[in-house]
């Protein structure tokens, strides 16, 4: 059986992962690098540096994973972007060198294309998680936008962030707090012990279409930690994070709602580290519409995402693919 090859380093995790041209996952290998941690955020100079160290070794132990060899794959996949430009290069010239030396086809995919495509995946055999049409929720740290999918080779944006993405004002969040990063989990487990309803922040309403904001409810966190002193507010972290959890999650509940009922659609999916939060989860499932959710470790940054949109992609042949470059941001995946 031919075999589809990707690796995904767009960021942080140098991943690589196997899939059939069904979309039957095979493996999905994540290597998060770590030493972010203590800057803070993502330095991406360093990620660089790591995704040329790891990047090898992640791409042997999918392949070791999925019990299979290099002669059994029949495409090799990469993400182009967006994302941090240096940490997309390690990838797109991995991938180039592996096709190249084997005279493989080469499929350039886009990062949000392939949140999406996660949808599309077959895990142990069963259905797709989603199949088209849907709404699809696309939250991380880099991106916050709603999209309508018709079709599995692209989507149409119905809105997106003004300002922050939700990612990055639950990391934002989580460092006014005192928390670790990445913000967004370490926030989520600091939520679980305190009071949603204990500090009311504000959800951007009034604003055009279907677009986010998410700079407000970050300032007032930051008003609120001042205003309560630095002793107050560690003995109400838990109360804060919980209720500036529940802003967030409300107002992409919100979005969500009324993207689909100006489709009329009545599925939604979610994608991007943001739909591992479970309290997200919880609250798009009260929306009483067929949710697909995909696994947590298909929600972050993943290669198996970008495998299963290589299918839809037109690969590039040897040698055309020999001047490929990376793009830090843009979307080629719009309809």
Do not use: W
């Not at 086809?105 to 142990?124: K, M, T």
């Not at 001047?323 to 080629?332: M, N, Q, T, V």
């Amino acid at each position: 059986m031919t075999l589809i090859l990707a690796l995904e380093t767009s960021c942080d995790d140098t991943c690589a992962a196997v899939i059939t041209t069904g979309g039957e996952l095979r493996s999905n290998v994540i290597s998060s690098q770590g030493i972010h941690d203590a800057y803070g955020g993502v330095v991406p100079e360093i990620a660089s540096r790591h995704h040329l160290e790891l990047a090898n070794a992640a791409v042997d132990d999918a392949l070791r994973r999925a019990a299979a060899t290099l002669d059994d794959v029949g495409l090799v996949a990469v993400t182009q972007g967006p994302g941090l430009v240096g940490a997309l290069l390690v990838g797109v010239a991995t991938a180039k060198a592996i096709a190249a030396a084997r005279g493989l086809a080469l499929a350039p995919v886009d990062h949000l294309q392939g949140h999406v495509a996660a949808n599309f995946l077959r895990i142990g055999g069963a259905a797709p998680i989603m199949e088209p049409p849907f709404v699809c929720l696309l939250a991380s740290g880099g991106h916050t936008l709603l999209a309508r999918v018709e079709r599995h080779d692209g989507f149409e944006v119905l809105g997106r962030t003004l300002d922050d993405a939700a990612g990055e004002a639950f990391d934002k969040g989580a460092r006014l707090l005192g928390l670790p990063f990445p913000g967004g989990p370490a926030l989520e487990r600091l939520a679980r012990d305190g009071d949603p309803q204990a500090f009311a922040f504000p959800i951007a309403r009034n604003l055009e279409g279907l677009d986010f904001s998410f700079a407000g409810v970050k300032t007032s966190l930051l008003y609120r930690v001042r205003d309560l002193g630095a002793d107050v507010a560690r003995e109400r972290a838990a109360d804060l994070a919980a209720s500036f959890q529940t802003a967030i999650v409300e107002a992409l509940a919100l979005r969500c709602a009324q993207a689909l009922e100006r489709t009329g659609l009545d599925r939604l999916a979610i994608g991007g580290g943001v739909a591992a939060n479970g309290p997200l989860r919880a609250r798009l499932g009260e929306l009483g519409v067929t949710l697909g959710i995909p696994p947590r470790e298909l929600c972050t940054d993943n290669a198996a995402m970008i495998a299963s949109a290589a299918r839809y992609v037109e690969p590039l042949a040897f040698p055309d693919y020999l001047a490929l470059d990376a793009y830090a941001s843009g979307e080629r995946a719009l309809a």
